[in-house]
């Protein structure tokens, strides 16, 4: 992806995950990534589901995440930001 080739051509050490919210939860427990980049929508779990899981995981230190979308309304960035999210943007 290119924001994987950005990251990785700035030294970051990245693992793409399927976009499957239970895919990403699992792993963010196997793999323990200190960012998480992953957007709102995603199938059989959400971003708020997957900052749930990881928080019901009680890791040492829990990742921060950054959440995108293609779609914003106050409520929802303020739904996201109360889940756990650091930072929250749009993607063209």
């Known amino acids: 992806s290119k ?10 050490e990245t693992v ?11 792993l963010i427990g196997e793999t323990l990534p200190r960012v998480v980049l ?3 929508f995603m199938p059989r779990l959400d971003a708020i589901g997957v900052m749930n899981s990881v928080r019901e ?3 040492a230190v829990e990742p921060r995440f950054m959440i995108t979308s293609s779609f914003s309304s106050p409520m929802l960035e303020q739904e996201i930001m109360t889940a756990g999210a650091c930072y929250f943007f749009l993607m063209p």
Do not use: N, W
């Open 16 to 26: 793409i995950a399927p976009r499957d919210g239970l895919a990403v939860a699992q």
């Open 3 to 12: 924001c994987a080739s950005l990251l990785k051509g700035y030294g970051f």
């Open 38 to 40: 992953m957007d709102i």
């Open 57 to 59: 995981m009680e890791l």
